[in-house]
T-cell receptor, first 113, second 110 residues
Framework: DTGVSQDPRHKITKRGQNVTFRCDPI?????LYWYRQTLGQGPEFLTYFQNEAQLEKSRLLSDRFSAERPKGSFSTLEIQRTEQGDSAMYLC???????????FGPGTRLTVT | KQEVTQIPAALSVPEGENLVLNCSFTDSAIYNLQWFRQDPGKGLTSLLL?????REQTSGRLNASLDKSSGRSTLYIAASQPGDSATYLC?????????FGQGTTLQVKP
């Protein structure tokens, strides 16, 4: 499989629980992006990594959110103390550089009850 | 701050019709503009990427144009088919991250 993969595809959790999502980018891509999409809206940027370095974080990324990309390979996005407003599709994308095409994974749909 | 707008929000056409989707952006200092397709509940599929130095790109029945001076891009779909029904998103990149419009939801009726 040469595409971007995300796991899990769906997650239902109760308010206040912690959740963690994983993204595996295309193997030679050194940039990895996280976006969030709510119903009827376009995706919004959350954060991105160049190799293992997290270079930019959106103001949407509150202190309950943390992302890592150890060794510049896969990335994880953790949400602590989930709230109902966190319910959304979380999308991961990878690319070989800032001016090049971004390839998206299938997304993780989070529902907070 | 880059803002991206797509018009119309929804479009319904009969099969076989040629159609144009519009995308406008406020900051012309872009690296590139990318068009995506999204099926309900799914991720994004990249359709076309236009670099800032290019005017258009073509793939099959799809043609995307870019006019940086006016802050506009269009996606032309020729001979539409029911399988083209989906949401189409455009996204502008100034610093690498993508800024998306809200999308145009297209329905092609048989």
């Amino acid at each position: 499989d040469t595409g971007v993969s995300q796991d899990p595809r769906h997650k239902i959790t109760k308010r206040g629980q912690n959740v963690t999502f994983r993204c595996d980018p295309i193997s030679e891509h050194n940039r990895l992006y996280w976006y969030r999409q709510t119903l009827g809206q376009g995706p919004e940027f959350l954060t991105y990594f160049q190799n293992e370095a997290q270079l930019e974080k959106s103001r949407l990324l509150s202190d309950r959110f943390s992302a890592e990309r150890p060794k510049g390979s896969f990335s994880t996005l953790e949400i602590q103390r989930t709230e109902q407003g966190d319910s959304a599709m979380y999308l991961c994308a990878s690319t070989i550089g800032g001016i090049y095409e971004q390839y998206f994974g299938p997304g993780t749909r989070l529902t907070v009850t | 701050k880059q803002e991206v707008t797509q018009i119309p929000a929804a479009l319904s056409v009969p099969e076989g019709e040629n159609l144009v989707l519009n995308c406008s952006f406020t900051d012309s200092a872009i690296y590139n503009l990318q068009w995506f397709r999204q099926d309900p509940g799914k991720g994004l599929t990249s359709l076309l990427l236009i670099q800032s130095s290019q005017r258009e790109q073509t793939s099959g029945r799809l043609n995307a144009s870019l006019d940086k001076s006016s802050g506009r891009s269009t996606l032309y779909i020729a001979a539409s088919q029911p399988g083209d029904s989906a949401t189409y998103l455009c996204a502008a990149s100034n610093t690498g991250k993508l800024i998306f419009g809200q999308g145009t939801t297209l329905q092609v009726k048989p």
